[in-house]
């Protein structure tokens, strides 16, 4: 009963917000006027709000800005040191700056690091929080990007990337990040530039209690769906998460931009019954995935679930293992990654289906901006699907699906599965990558590398304890999963963007599969677990799956 209330409260918060925030996200993907703040940044920035870029030029800005924030990141990781309020910590290494400044600009914030440990304030406030907005602004513009394009017809460009990444942060990002902020110190979450104090127990012990400015990461963390937590012990730390109010808001953040962009998909396509075909695939995968990962940690077996009454091993007792299930099955849902519970100690099925929801590629719903662009990926695969069974030339939101997209869709669902089992195997391979990594035998050890790189893919971020991270060659090899797993199919994404863009649109026809019915979610619901079946049904067997049949 506690899980359904939980569940049933978080609902109710979601569609409240879905309403306003699609709206203003629709604004801010189509508006014409521009405020003074965002003029002055065009300004310093030197580009002219009024032009339309070609997908090329938008992908070149796009990739120019990222590349940009990973060597100004790097550079400040590697000078931690000598930045203020260092708090005595070093400068890392190049490798594992490296890591961390792909980490951040892909959106993933996997962290092989302590944080309260191993970096300044600075460092966390002015250069890891910065990349949680830019890069969860970035995700937003690529879906806008998408969107618009489906709704042009005959345009000669697919927006501008200055003015939504400008508009994003501005309109978006930044003013939900002072409301949560607001609401996670009015938790209890700390937010100060105290350093590290010693104290006495009562027991006659000391014990160190960190301070730093939490709160205002911890907002951004959760709202641009981007997982890195001050701490190492991320929101099961009682600096960071406090209370099961703050946990609750936690999930409610992370899953708000990613349900509210198919309210802002439909009012851009000019019907809102579009935008709800969408959201209610995404809604019916996440409860699913909720509903299998809470059941498979409440029916965990085994001495200690028995006498515990579940499998709560790893989990936050201030929150119950039913708010630790529900925020372990949203974080990997999203892009978020970040984690109230060890997710090294979820139930095998609990494990397996952790890793399936972010094999399905994060669309239910998936991080912000990436969720959309990923599931309207599928719409148009299953379009085409339906389209050969019938034998009709297929369309989506009044586009006919040709061969150039289906082509750059056919590349776009082989990436991250490349990555992801490409990286696997070379772990698992590879001796001296195999015994740094792997800390755990059997099906278990296969599970934990699974899980890194379905995670670093994905860009999700979150990772198994018993993977052991932060070795040079490691660092370099999940370095590559992010990037690629991020920016590659970004690059595809706004290749079909500038090819629906050019199109004509057409009006809906005796034969077009209408996409705004209980019909077309059901097919975008079948096909997108069939795709990932395909890809990893054999790695899943021999890790997660074979571990539950164990």
Known sequence: MLALGQIGLLVIVLALVQWPLGNALAAAATGTRHTRVERAVYRVVGVNPESRQSWKSYAIALMAFSVAGVAVLMSLLMLNRHLPLSQGTPGMAWAGALNTAVSFVTNTNWQWYSGETTLGYAVQAGGLTVQNFLSAAVGIAVAFALARAFAAHRADGVGNFWVDITRVTTRILVPLSVGATLLFLGGGVIDNLNGPRVVTTLAGASQTIPGGPVATQEAIKQIGTNGGGFFNANASHPFENPTAWTNLLSIALLLAIPFALPRALGIILGSKRQGHAILAAMASLWVATVGLLTWAEFAGKGAAPA????????????????????????????????????????????????????????????????????????????????????????????????????????????????????????????????????????????????????????????????????????????????????????????????????????????????????????????????????????????????????
């Not at 094999?359 to 901006?369: F, T």
């Not at 670093?456 to 052991?468: E, H, I, K, V």
């Open 307 to 550: 006498l515990a009454g579940a499998a709560m091993e790893g989990k936050e007792t201030r929150f119950g293992l039913a708010a630790s299930a529900l925020y372990a099955a949203s974080t990997t849902a999203t892009s978020t990654g970040s984690v109230n519970a060890s997710h090294d100690s979820l139930t095998a099925p609990g494990s397996l289906t952790a890793i399936g929801s972010m094999l399905l590629g994060e669309i239910a719903p998936g991080g912000v901006g990436s969720g959309l662009y990923g599931m309207l990926v599928i719409a148009v695969l299953a379009v085409f699907l339906a389209g050969l069974m019938v034998g009709r030339t297929p369309e989506l939101y009044g586009k006919k699906i040709g061969s150039r997209e289906m082509s750059l869709v056919a590349v776009y669902t082989v990436v991250t599965p490349a990555l992801v089992l490409g990286g696997t195997a070379l772990t698992l391979g590879v001796k001296s990558l195999k015994d740094a990594a792997v800390t755990q035998p059997g099906l278990h050890g296969v599970t934990s590398v699974l899980y890194a790189y379905a995670s670093a893919a994905n860009n999700n971020g979150s990772a198994f304890g018993s993977f052991a991270a932060g070795g040079t060659w490691q660092d370099l090899l999940l370095a590559v999963a992010m990037f690629a797993g991020r920016f590659v199919p970004i690059l595809l994404v706004l290749a079909l963007a500038g090819a629906l863009a050019a199109a004509p649109r057409i009006p809906v026809g005796a034969g077009t599969l209408r996409s705004d019915t209980p019909l077309f979610t059901t097919l975008l619901v079948g096909v997108a677990p069939i795709i990932a079946l395909v890809a990893y049904a054999p790695v899943l067997a021999l890790g997660p799956l074979g571990e539950a049949l164990q």
